[in-house]
Nanobody
Framework: QPQLVESGGGLVQPGGSLRLSCEGS????????MGWYRQAAGKGRELVGM???????NYADSAKGRFTISRDNHKNMAYLQMHNLKSEHTAMYYC???????????WGRGTQVNVSS
């Protein structure tokens, strides 16, 4: 059964940086596009960034220049590097892996990021 597990969340001060990790098991990440979403308390889940064709990543406007998505297929890992965090970035962050050319779509359970002084 393919699974994604996020880690790396926690408490960070405004202006700080954090790197979230997403580990795949029961699956080869190279078969999947990878992306990150977030959901703040009382709000809907929204896109942070998502791989499109040929490795291009589409970022939400709020993430451009601040967040970077990457992957290491050898380690079966994906990452979300976040810089210059603000309180409005406080949310549960989810890793998502839709399998290419199929309807399979794998989501992790999320990792909480709290930006506060």
């Amino acid at each position: 059964q393919p699974q994604l597990v996020e880690s790396g969340g926690g408490l960070v001060q405004p202006g700080g940086s954090l790197r979230l990790s997403c580990e795949g098991s029961g699956m080869f990440l190279s078969d999947y596009a990878m992306g990150w979403y977030r959901q703040a308390a009382g709000k809907g889940r929204e896109l942070v960034g998502m791989e499109a064709n040929a490795g291009h990543i589409n970022y939400a406007d709020s993430a451009k220049g601040r967040f970077t998505i990457s992957r290491d297929n050898h380690k079966n890992m994906a990452y979300l590097q976040m810089h210059n965090l603000k309180s409005e970035h406080t949310a549960m962050y989810y890793c998502r892996g839709p399998r290419r050319c199929t309807a399979n779509d794998v989501w992790g359970r999320g990792t909480q990021v709290n930006v506060s002084s």
